[in-house]
């Protein structure tokens, strides 16, 4: 039966990487509800451009058969964010089993582990710190040392704000142009070279390192022909571990932000209605973080009607698909308690990407992200005193990623 052919409605214009700019998460959503239509087109970076929003553009987007990811995502993010060589730009049986060694590093024992060590981080920031606390800046330390000891990445404890200072640009800066772009860039070539000189030195037998650490597991890794990664790429892997550890950083700033604009959702856990895990789970699908994910459309196909052709640049907005009101009651609203009769899909629910995580390009940190956090939620809820000055937290939706700039203040 041949489908009926429609349109995808389509934005004039040159390009609207400025507009991109300028609207940040709001510029696939602004377009859907302009052409009243979940897939339209534009023009980003000087090319065609498919955006999608939803659920079933989700599940599209995922399907394999369909899109591909080498050389996706644009040069400008691989030099800064995720790096060149990486799992994100791999596909097939060579993705599967790159992927198969980062799910390796996510079982129980290991998160526990992770689990373990941001408690006693925060517990170790704390035991030393003023009375005015900047909780973004605080979180970017306790955890640069968390990816550092959970990686088994051997480091000096005075350096411990060198690597911060280095990773956080990474994905700080990744979205911005001029000055902070290049600084992106320097961070991410100074600790490349500072881990392939770590990895060359682990295989010719100058490191101790312990063996069921991701570090050694990484550098000591095959591909599918039996040869060890580049040093480079295994550089660039273990950078795709420690810094999105970083990054949760920002999710700890929005934990915090939520719990100071809502403390009766707080007295929810507090008399067990909720539990903090649904909380975590509405912060991260309330707030900003990643605004979309990038593919190309591996072979002429219709969908719905609309006719997608090969190479298009495609992407899916994980934003808009966790603001989608066919899928969430008043998205607008911050309420953790629509999580405690969720019905979960790999598609309905994607602020770290959708569909398989051993198949597909899912976040394979995401059980280790959700962990982090309620276990930070529950430190500072449970085991210290703290009370926030006054002050008015704000953030840009046009700043990718935001940071609200929480402030607490300890009590004795
Ligand atoms: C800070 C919170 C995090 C956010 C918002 C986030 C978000 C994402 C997103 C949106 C993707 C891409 C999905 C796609 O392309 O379809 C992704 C991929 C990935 N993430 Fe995360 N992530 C986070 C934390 C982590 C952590 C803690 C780790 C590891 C410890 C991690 C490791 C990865 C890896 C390796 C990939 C590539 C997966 C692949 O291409 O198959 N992420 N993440």
Not at 34 to 39: A, C, E, I, L
Not at 278 to 295: G, K, T
Request: overall charge neutral; charged content about 25%; proline content about 5%.
């Amino acid at each position: 039966m041949s489908e009926h052919h429609k349109k995808i409605p389509k934005e004039t214009g040159i390009d609207h990487s400025i507009e991109l700019l300028k609207e940040g998460y709001n510029f696939i959503l602004n377009r859907v509800e302009k052409f009243d239509s979940r897939v339209v087109q534009t023009r980003l970076l000087g090319e065609k451009a498919i955006c999608m929003v939803g659920k079933n553009e989700a599940e599209l987007f995922y399907d394999t058969d369909k899109f591909f990811r080498e050389e996706a995502a644009p040069s400008r993010v691989q030099k800064t964010l995720l790096g060149v060589g990486g799992v994100q730009g791999l596909d097939g049986e060579e993705h599967r089993h790159r992927k198969a060694m980062f799910m390796s590093f996510m079982t129980r024992d290991s998160l526990n582990e992770v689990q373990n060590l941001t408690k006693r981080e925060w517990e170790r920031v704390f035991a030393h710190s003023p009375e005015e606390v900047n909780i973004y800046e605080t979180a970017k330390i306790v955890l640069t040392r968390v990816a550092l000891n959970w990686a088994g990445v051997p480091y000096k404890e005075v350096e411990i704000k060198n690597w911060s200072k280095r990773l956080s640009p990474l994905f700080e800066m990744a979205a911005n142009i001029g000055p902070k772009h290049i600084k992106s860039r320097r961070s991410r070539k100074k600790l490349e070279q500072t881990l392939q000189g770590l990895v060359k030195k682990l295989r010719e037998g100058q490191l101790d390192v312990n063996q069921s650490s991701p570090f050694y597991n990484v550098s000591m890794h095959r591909d599918s022909d039996g040869n060890l990664l580049d040093p480079h790429v295994a550089a660039v892997e273990i950078l795709n571990l420690i810094r999105p550890i970083v990054a949760i950083a920002v999710y700890v700033d929005f934990t915090l932000l939520a719990v100071y604009e809502h403390p009766d959702q707080v007295c929810e856990i507090q008399n067990g209605h909720i539990q903090s895990q649904h909380f975590i789970q509405e912060v991260r699908r309330y707030y900003p973080f990643f605004p979309f994910a990038v593919a190309r459309v591996k072979k002429d196909f219709t969908w719905n009607g609309f006719d997608f052709k090969k190479n298009t640049m495609t992407l899916l907005d994980l934003y808009g698909t966790n603001h989608d009101p066919t899928i969430w009651e008043s998205p607008n609203e911050f309420k953790p308690s629509r999580f405690k009769e969720w019905q979960e899909s790999p598609f309905n629910f994607i602020p770290q990407g959708g569909g398989e995580f051993d198949f597909g390009h899912r976040c394979a940190g995401e059980w280790l992200t959700i962990d982090v956090m309620r276990v930070t939620l529950e430190y500072f809820l449970h085991e210290i005193n703290f009370r926030f000055p006054e002050q008015n937290p704000e953030y840009d939706m046009n700043d990718i990623p935001p940071v609200p700039g929480v402030m607490i203040h300890l009590k004795g």
